[in-house]
């Protein structure tokens, strides 16, 4: 049997490859949209992909199954659990197959049973694996999915915080408990393979480690500690960040079928140009670190940096409805591109080159300032407001006196929570955020925006915090 893990360190998402080298065929389990990895190995090892199984339908990440199935014909393997409102909309388009709990499949020799383990979705399977070609009669491993990870399990408030299903999360935790007790009878050797490490908004406290055992799990994970339902739910739903914006839409678009045209044309611009596309219906999106953008930038943009935070921050900022102007080194699109069509904002129309830009004389700037400074300077001055855009969990922590907590993504449809003659003084945690922020803030009319160096854990370690 060949097997392979692939981890997607923006999104903190794993998708798997099974193989029977006896048949060359593969099995690609959960897969992202950008499916050049599964094909590269494949045709390294000598694989054809001839099926693709979906845990359930994602909310945090484009799926690259639809792709698969139309463009490389390969057989989909996706839930048939959950009613109507929880199945895929496109499949009349594919080769497919739908999974019941207590199912069988098989990948050469590789058989993989079915289980229905509902609670972070009503859809939402796990597939035992078997390597009967290498002679086993007992299973090896469970690909989880969503359900269970390394130290924590699957959320189930999504579908009602992100998607707006009202009751969702109480129903859900009620799964999830239910799920969990089958999951305890497995035994012990068997291998957790999940869907995400520590990083993803799926869970509240993912571990780092890839995989584990139900074994351990069964000791460590905190969700398995509990035989009481009702506790259990409460400890489950209390303490969840809040989802990002973009969880909506992934979950639209991976259920109707993602986009299968991504190779869209991008026109390189003058710098005179860029005037053409200020307004609503574009964002002008500059990826250069955010100290380049501290010190220069063009008016209306915003600034989200080229690192692996750049998918999860640019789907909380950008609307579906808008198109995107990039400003970036020439050498950097195709692997900003890519970040993007991850959660599917795929219309990217035109770039300019980030030099351009950085020789200009006529450019915004904002300023940086210290603790010290913030205390020395700008306390109890009614010109100016703090903003606090960390998230409610933080915020809980220790805060600011006299701060004004607005979520960053939040941040754009709550401008008016801020008051026009007064300068905002933003921060977050550590400064990554705020500084999305700043660009925010000045791209609505803020020009006189200042970001706290250091944010909170700063403040935090020269001045006593308050928690209430």
């Known amino acids: 049997m060949f097997f392979k893990s692939f981890f997607d360190e923006n999104l903190a998402q794993m998708s798997y490859m099974v193989g029977c080298q006896r048949t060359g065929e593969a099995l690609v389990i959960d897969p992202a949209r950008d499916l050049s990895p599964y094909l590269e190995t494949a045709e390294k090892e000598g694989f054809n992909i001839t099926k693709a199984a979906e845990t359930h339908i994602h909310a945090d990440f484009l799926s690259g199954a639809r792709e698969l199935a139309n463009n490389q014909e390969v057989t989909l393997l996706v839930s048939g659990e959950g009613g109507d409102d929880w199945s895929y909309q ?111 908004a799926c869970g509240k406290s993912l571990g780092a480690v890839p995989s584990s055992t139900v074994g351990y799990e069964r000791i460590n994970n905190w969700a398995l500690q509990y035989d009481e339902e009702s506790s259990f739910m409460d400890e489950l739903l209390d303490g969840q960040p809040e989802p990002p914006k973009y969880f909506a839409m992934m ?128 306390r109890g001055n009614d010109d100016y407001v703090i903003v606090d855009v960390r998230n409610q969990n933080e915020w809980n922590e220790g805060h600011i006196a006299g701060a004004e907590r607005i979520l960053l993504g939040e941040l754009q449809e709550n401008i008016d929570q801020i008051p026009s003659g007064k300068t905002p003084i933003v921060h977050c945690q550590s400064g990554k955020r705020s500084a999305i922020a700043a660009s925010v803030l000045q791209a609505n009319g803020f020009k006189d925006v200042l970001n706290l160096t250091g944010g909170f854990s700063a403040y935090a370690k020269e001045y006593e915090p308050v928690t209430t």
């Not at 026109?267 to 860029?274: A, G, R, V």
């Not at 307004?279 to 690192?307: C, M, Q, W």
């Open 90 to 200: 496109y499949l009349n388009e594919t080769d497919h197959q739908l999974l019941k709990d207590n199912d069988t499949f098989y990948v050469g020799n590789i058989r993989l049973d079915v289980l229905h383990t509902p609670g972070h979705t009503p859809e939402s399977i796990s597939f035992l694996l078997t390597d009967e070609g290498g002679g086993s009669e007992v299973p090896m491993g469970i690909f989880t999915g969503d359900f269970v990870f390394v130290g924590d399990v699957g959320r189930p408030d999504l579908l009602e915080k992100a998607a707006g299903e009202a009751g969702t999360s109480q129903s859900g935790a009620k799964q999830m408990f239910e799920s969990l007790q089958r999951f305890k009878q497995l035994s012990d050797h068997i291998q957790v393979w999940p869907g995400h490490g520590a990083g993803s």
């Open 251 to 378: 979950k639209k678009l991976n259920k109707e079928g993602p986009s299968l045209v991504k190779d869209r044309a991008i026109q390189e611009l003058s710098i005179e140009k860029i005037d053409d596309y200020r307004s609503e219906d574009y964002v002008i999106l500059d990826t250069r670190s955010k100290e380049a953008f501290k010190e220069g930038h063009l008016p209306g943009a915003i600034n989200i940096s080229y690192d692996k935070s750049l998918p999860n921050w640019a789907g909380w900022t950008i609307g579906y409805d808008q198109s995107i102007v990039l400003i970036s080194p020439l050498k950097d699109v195709s692997g900003i591109k890519k970040q993007l069509e991850s959660i599917g904002l795929d219309d990217v129309v035109a770039v300019l080159d980030a030099e351009k830009v950085e020789n200009q004389s006529d450019l915004e700037t904002y300023e940086n300032i210290t603790p010290r400074e913030l205390e020395a300077q700008y």
